[in-house]
């Protein structure tokens, strides 16, 4: 991925300027665990924001490590990052999910990223493998970055992860629309505007928790995302 767009060398970011979001629904079995790493990684310096829709403890156990917790009516899994994503004021931006999936020890790698002057760096699940992800999941992720790379006309190699570290003033820039597919779209926009996109490999690790996405319903509305994104973008 190219870097198109130019600018004045960016501040040097550290973890004081770090906020890391997700959107939580019913994880009580992991949300302990990635708070934990998370304050023990940035030594307890970033932002953590939680948009929650649980009927479990998991509000309780986030609000016990210290997060942010803003409760919404369960609306879908866009509904919420989008909120996590707009709402601290950090300059940079971090988003996870709340299933233990995501190598919390890669942040410092992340924030170098941004601090070189990546204005969205993105963790690329696929890279060595993602043995732990379901092979009907992997082979759908596969496709997506297939379709989602023909049809921008650049190379992204894994369109849905949830790890992402973006720039707070890009995030804000533009309108994002939609719900399930939003992953897909925080990539996309980004890259066809011609920002700054890295992607990284990292390591995936087997989901503490049940699944709440169907993977028909919620391939096929993933797959509408990355067509109608693309349509938009390239009619901009």
Same mark, same amino acid.
């Given at each position: 991925?190219?870097?198109?767009?130019?600018? %004045?060398?960016?501040?040097?970011? $550290?973890?004081?300027?770090?906020?890391?979001?997700?959107? &939580?629904? !019913?994880?009580?079995?992991? #949300?302990? $665990?990635?708070?934990?790493?998370?304050?023990?990684?940035?030594?307890?310096?970033? @932002?953590?924001?939680?948009? @929650?829709?649980?009927?479990?403890?998991?509000?309780? =156990?986030?609000?016990?490590?210290?997060? $942010?917790? #803003? /409760?919404? /009516? +369960?609306?879908?899994?866009?509904?919420?990052?989008?909120?996590?994503?707009?709402?601290?004021?950090? +300059?940079?931006?971090? $988003? %996870?999910?709340?299933?233990? %999936?995501?190598?919390?020890?890669?942040?410092?790698?992340?924030?170098?990223? =941004?601090?070189?002057?990546?204005?969205?760096?993105?963790?690329?699940?696929?890279?060595?493998?993602? /043995?732990?992800?379901?092979?009907?999941?992997?082979?759908? !992720?596969?496709?997506?970055?297939?379709?989602?790379?023909?049809?921008?006309?650049?190379?992204?190699?894994?369109? &849905?992860?949830?790890?992402?570290?973006? *720039?707070?003033?890009?995030?804000?820039?533009?309108?994002? &629309?939609?719900? &399930?597919?939003?992953?897909?779209?925080?990539?996309? *926009?980004?890259?066809?505007?011609?920002? @700054?996109?890295?992607? #990284?490999? =990292?390591?995936?690790?087997?989901?503490?928790?049940? %699944?709440?996405?169907? +993977?028909?319903?919620?391939?096929?509305? =993933?797959?509408?995302? #990355?067509?109608?994104?693309?349509?938009? /973008?390239?009619?901009?």
């Amino acid at each position: 991925m190219s870097q198109q767009r130019h600018r %004045t060398a960016p501040a040097e970011y $550290t973890f004081d300027d770090l906020a890391v979001v997700m959107g &939580t629904y !019913n994880e009580a079995d992991a #949300i302990g $665990t990635v708070l934990s790493d998370i304050e023990s990684v940035t030594d307890g310096k970033a @932002d953590v924001v939680c948009v @929650d829709g649980s009927s479990d403890r998991t509000p309780e =156990i986030a609000r016990d490590h210290g997060a $942010t917790v #803003i /409760e919404q /009516e +369960p609306q879908g899994y866009g509904v919420a990052v989008r909120e996590a994503v707009l709402t601290p004021d950090r +300059p940079v931006v971090v $988003t %996870t999910d709340c299933d233990d %999936t995501y190598p919390m020890e890669r942040l410092p790698e992340f924030l170098d990223e =941004i601090n070189d002057g990546a204005d969205v760096v993105s963790g690329d699940r696929l890279y060595h493998g993602a /043995e732990e992800m379901p092979a009907m999941n992997r082979l759908g !992720n596969e496709l997506f970055a297939l379709a989602g790379s023909v049809l921008m006309g650049k190379r992204a190699h894994d369109m &849905t992860t949830g790890m992402r570290a973006y *720039r707070r003033e890009i995030v804000q820039k533009i309108r994002w &629309t939609e719900n &399930t597919g939003l992953s897909a779209e925080l990539l996309m *926009r980004p890259l066809m505007r011609g920002y @700054d996109v890295r992607e #990284i490999p =990292i390591e995936y690790d087997e989901r503490k928790g049940e %699944t709440k996405l169907d +993977p028909f319903s919620g391939g096929a509305e =993933i797959a509408g995302s #990355i067509v109608r994104v693309a349509v938009e /973008e390239r009619l901009r």
